[in-house]
Structure formats: C-alpha cells, structure tokens
C-alpha cells in the first residue's frame, strides 16, 4: 500500500483554467504538507496542516487554496493558472510538525 | 530564521571514490538535521536523521554543532548513489517547520 498518494501524476492545462490535486495518506500521520519544486530543483515548502488546522501558509499567492477535510486528506486547489506555477508538487506527511517527511509521488504540472 | 546552505549544486565523482556532500545551517538553537534523497523520477525519501546516528546505504553524517555543518559522506561512492541529495532542517518545538536546502545533484561516473 503506498503509504502518500497524490493524484494526478502528470497534469497539463492552459493558463487561466483551475485544476486540483489530491493527497491522501494512510500513515496515520497528524501533518500533512505541500511542496513545490521547481525546474532547478529547489524544493519550498507551501502549506502545513496539522490535524487539519493551517500551521504554515508561506508567501504563496492567494490562487492556492489548501484543503483538508480530515486528517488524512489534503488537496490543493489552484486558481486562474500561470505559466509560472509549472513544477513537480509535492504532498507529504509526518507524525508530527518538524518530524521526518513520508512524501508522495509528486505530481509534475505543466502550464502552456 | 532558520537556513539551510549546500553549496554544490552538482558533484560528480568516480565509482568508488569518496563522496562527501556539504551541509550548512543556520539556526541559534539545537535543531534537527535530515538528509533527503530523490533517484531519478521518484519521490524524495527519508535518507537518514542525525539523532538516529546510523549508517544507511553506506552514507553517514554527522552533526558538527561549532561548525553548524551535517555534510553526508560515504567511503566509496557506487553508481546507484546517483541521485539529488537534499539536507534539512527542523526546528524543535512548537511552531516547526522543515527548511530544504537547495540540493546538490550527486552523479557517480563508472
């Protein structure tokens, strides 16, 4: 069983539309992340959850909207897209806040 | 504010050579080092923890607090160690956060 699933693993759009994407985990974990890494690779954290409370919400423009409707579950909606929010995101999880990160997958977006 | 600095973004040694990855952080208490590795196309995972003091494919690091480096060593580098290798950081207590630095590309020529 794959312990951080995200969904989709690869996602194309046109600039201007809204897609999500889904994380779910089965660790039992009480945070969960998003991630974002760019076409350098420099990986920044966005969001933290902790049992599903907001922690951490860095500078990211307000088109990104975290969601976790349980612990186990957080999604990330994104709105009016822009070329520049083409990367691979990432979804993880931890027991704790701070604590060593189980991470997904990964889902690469691509923005034309 | 806590940082994490890893000067190398590529390192690229022979097949058995030694491998030594560089670490520097900044943070004025006593934080938690990780390192992180992502083989080509896969997720990142978990390489080894500084508390855990353990040796994981090889690879050691050890947390050298007057420095404030954890640099990531292995004695002889072997071809599937190729891979971007990313340290990090955790704050202990209360409001945490983990820090990525920005990577170092490990490439190992046969």
């Known amino acids: 069983d794959t312990a951080v699933s995200q969904t989709p693993k690869y996602l194309v759009t046109q600039m201007g539309n809204d897609k999500s994407i889904k994380c779910e985990q089965n660790l039992g974990h009480d945070t969960m992340y998003w991630y974002k890494q760019d076409s350098k690779k420099f990986l920044k954290i966005m969001f933290s959850?902790?049992?599903?409370?907001?922690?951490i919400n860095e500078t990211v423009p307000n088109r990104f909207s975290p969601k976790s409707p349980d612990k186990a579950h957080l999604n990330l909606h994104i709105n009016s897209l822009e070329l520049g929010d083409s990367a691979v995101y990432f979804c993880a999880s931890s027991q704790s806040l701070g604590l060593s990160l189980h991470f997904g997958n990964g889902t690469r977006l691509t923005v034309t | 504010a806590q940082r994490v600095t890893q000067p190398e973004k590529l390192l690229s040694v022979f097949k058995g050579a030694p491998v030594e990855l560089k670490c520097n952080y900044s943070?004025?208490?006593?934080?938690?080092l990780f390192w992180y590795v992502q083989y080509s196309r896969q997720r990142l995972q978990l390489l080894l923890r500084?508390?855990s003091r353990e040796s994981i494919k090889g690879f050691t690091a050890d947390l050298n607090k007057g420095e404030t480096s954890f640099h990531l060593k292995k004695p002889f580098a072997q071809e599937e160690d190729s891979a971007m290798y990313y340290c990090?950081?955790?704050?202990?207590?209360?409001?945490?956060?983990?820090?990525f630095g920005t990577g170092t590309k490990l490439q190992v020529i046969p």
């Open positions: 990090a950081l955790s704050s202990p207590g209360g409001y945490q956060k983990v820090t």
């Open positions: 500084h508390i």
């Open positions: 959850y902790n049992n599903k409370e907001l922690i």
């Open positions: 943070y004025s208490g006593s934080p938690e």
